[in-house]
């Protein structure tokens, strides 16, 4: 290809236009008329974010008959998810109503925002994707804001002859204080209360300076002083520019002092000058200063020295910071930290700071405790696309997630209760004699659920050092994973204490367990394999059981006779998961009871919703259908042409239903041969 046509198009119109968009520049006039079109612009940092996070619109849905908000930008449509946040919506709306209340200026908007929880809980990702998604939000019409600069002033106040506005901040500053009220009723007037336009603020110490100058250049008159040295420019966030972004993270006590927040004196410009309170000799360029107009991330606030953990009272009570050796400065911006736990026990035992904790609104980012959320983070990471070279056999990223839920959850208090149903029940799944009511009373009844446990970043690690061994040969199973989890709890970082280990090493027991259940059953299904079979095996058997609890007939689908519900079929399926004959009653009323809740929320009944049940309806097909095929000849020495060629086929449907390749189907058809060759195939629900 012609590399003209490479330029061409970058260079295309779409591209020209967008770049005089961006940089459009114009008078003080021209820029009220742009306020009076589109109040938006005149918007408080809180507004801004608050609007960007909104522009991109929400899901609700319902969990635990309770509404909850799924709010898009936090999966990161910027870049197609790699920031995405999962499985923290609850937590997601509590954040997203404080930036609303302070859009509405109902007094979050004086708020240190506090992102508290554990190690790779995403606190840093979020944060990092409101500064990414205000960045981007300041490029769109929608989100547009303006900036000035003084020009033509270089011969009256003998310096540069040009000076931008060092803390960006809005023109609407350059009105007087005493003509603000006259100015705002005529911009406001027939404006809906949303479209309302305010001025917030005064003119930092520079463009004080500048301002009196001129006035009194112009002897007052100040539309000749704005008419000819202002020139209002759009301005666009920039994290890399410093522009409207800031972050200020924690480093060696004695190399960091509050003039990274604040700005420093510019000790070259003080000769020109000839004064250090001159604040044209003053670099507004700290971490506040730059952030103005948008919003400033502290990395771990809480390791700050207490110094400058005081800036931050003003800063987000007033609104207000304090440069060197000049008055306080107005600042518009949304301050938003994160911390660990430790921190911010060590600052809720200080008694010195409860200015800071009464300034602060915590927002809790524990750890996903939602088994198919946890499993999207790493899916997102190992997939086909990302790893083509090994394979990932089906469940091994399941079942490290699994893993990880499970040493989040506190043990149930319900004698009845195991914690991996625990985890089922937090998924989704649903278990005779639990209701959405029950599970709602697991999640209140807990107290630091969520907040302990395995970091996602130990679960990446560990999958990434079996990808990178390759222990496999060409495919990773949940077997070689499990093992790589366990043998890295010896030198783990965070964990101190053998109990802890020793609780997580039976959490692994389980994990495995499940896992045998899991690729047990998925043979069972291979081998079966006729979902319309389990499908008729159901409705079969739903049919008889309410016509055994309503005390009704059955009709025979082949004579059209009115026969007694098959006692025989019923059972056949019961002991399969261990039902007693003594039982057998209040298990088909549990059953007829799940239905009609169901139907009273206008929810269809699927048995694959029932794990007992869909587990009892596969292994009765299974016992139905064993005979057609011997797995234990695998285990053999001799098999022959005939029991190979069913092999084959069962092996084809485990690579073609559910994602295993060559080697991980065999690996599977192996260990589950073994155990029938144990005559320990399960047909009892041990869960």
């Known amino acids: 290809m012609d590399a003209s046509k490479i330029i061409g198009s970058i260079t295309e119109t779409e591209f020209n236009q967008q770049y005089k968009e961006l940089n459009w520049t114009g008078s003080f006039q021209d820029y009220l008329n742009i306020v009076i079109e589109q109040p938006g ?31 898009k930008f936090f999966d990161d449509p910027i870049d197609n998810g790699k920031d995405a946040i999962f499985g923290l919506d609850i937590h997601l709306n509590k954040l997203v109503n404080v930036f609303k209340a302070a859009a509405q200026q109902y007094g979050t908007e004086k708020r240190v925002i506090l992102l508290h929880g554990p190690v790779g809980s995403a606190k840093s990702t979020i944060a990092r994707l409101l500064k990414k998604g205000l960045e981007l939000y300041s490029t769109k019409p929608e989100g547009a804001l303006y900036t000035y600069k003084w020009v033509n002033i270089g011969e009256v106040l003998k310096m540069e002859n040009e000076m931008p506005c060092p803390m960006h901040e809005d023109p609407l500053h350059l009105i007087p204080n005493n003509r603000r009220a006259a100015v705002l009723d005529m911009i406001n007037k027939n404006k809906e209360r949303s479209d309302l336009v305010h001025i917030r603020g005064d003119l930092n110490p520079a463009c004080r300076y500048v301002y009196s100058a001129l006035m009194e250049e112009y002897k007052g008159d100040w539309e000749k002083m704005v008419t000819n040295h202002i020139e209002v420019r759009r301005l666009i966030l920039s994290e890399q520019d410093r522009v409207g972004i800031g972050t200020f993270q924690p480093k060696d006590e004695k190399n960091q002092d509050s003039t990274e927040l604040t700005g420093d004196i510019n000790y070259r410009k003080i000769a020109q000058y000839g004064s250090d309170s001159d604040p044209r000799a003053f670099n507004f360029d700290g971490e506040f200063n730059v952030a103005n107009r948008g919003i400033i991330e502290f990395v771990e606030v809480l390791k700050l020295d207490v110094a400058f953990l005081y800036d931050l009272l003003t800063a987000s009570q007033e609104h207000k910071i304090k440069p060197k050796k000049f008055a306080q400065t107005d600042i518009d911006e949304v301050i938003i930290g994160h911390t660990n736990e430790p921190e911010y026990r060590k600052l809720q035992n200080n008694e010195f700071m409860e200015a800071l904790r009464d300034r602060t609104v915590k927002i809790d980012i524990p750890y996903i405790t939602r088994l198919t959320r946890e499993t999207e983070i790493y899916h997102k990471d190992f997939n086909a696309e990302t790893v083509p070279h090994i394979h990932i056999a089906p469940h091994t990223i399941d079942m490290a997630a699994m893993w990880a839920v499970l040493t989040r959850l506190e043990e149930p208090k319900k004698a009845n209760l195991t914690i991996m149903q625990k985890l089922k029940l937090y998924n989704g799944k649903s278990i005779p ?10 999640r209140k009844e807990t107290t630091r659920e969520g907040m302990d446990g395995i970091s996602p970043r130990y679960i990446q690690d560990k999958i990434s050092n079996a990808l990178v061994t390759d222990k496999g040969d060409g495919c990773i199973n949940p077997f070689i994973i499990l093992n790589e989890l366990e043998s890295g709890l010896k030198t783990h ?11 997580y090493r039976e959490l692994l027991s389980l994990v495995k367990m499940e896992y045998e259940d899991i690729v047990k059953h998925e043979v069972q299904r291979a081998i079966s394999a006729d979902e319309s079979a389990i ?7 739903i049919d008889n059981v309410k016509a055994y609890t309503q005390k009704e007939k059955v009709k025979n689908p082949y004579t059209g006779e009115n026969e007694e519900p098959d006692e025989r079929l019923m059972r056949s399926i019961e002991e399969k998961i261990d039902i007693p004959e003594s039982r057998k009653d209040d298990f088909r009323r549990e059953i007829m009871n799940y239905i009609g809740a169901l139907a009273l929320e206008g929810k269809p009944f699927d048995f694959r919703t029932n794990e007992r049940l869909h587990k009892a309806l596969e292994l009765k097909l299974f016992e139905d259908q064993k005979d057609t095929i011997k797995l234990t000849s695998l285990v053999s020495n001799i098999v022959d042409k005939e029991a190979q060629a069913k092999i084959d086929v069962v092996k084809n449907r485990l690579i073609k239903n559910y994602g295993y390749c060559e080697i991980c189907a065999n690996d599977a058809l192996g260990f589950v041969s073994s155990v029938f060759a144990r005559g320990d195939i399960v047909t009892k629900d041990k869960k």
């Open 41 to 71: 612009v005149a918007r408080t940092a809180f507004q801004r974010v608050y609007d960007m996070i909104n522009s991109y619109g929400f899901e609700k849905y319902v969990e635990y008959k309770k509404e909850i908000y799924h709010w």
């Open 433 to 442: 004699g639990f209701t959405e009511d029950n599970i709602k009373e697991l």
């Open 493 to 503: 970082s965070l964990i101190r204490d053998e109990e802890t280990k020793k609780r």
């Open 535 to 541: 499908d008729k095996l159901c409705g079969n058997y």
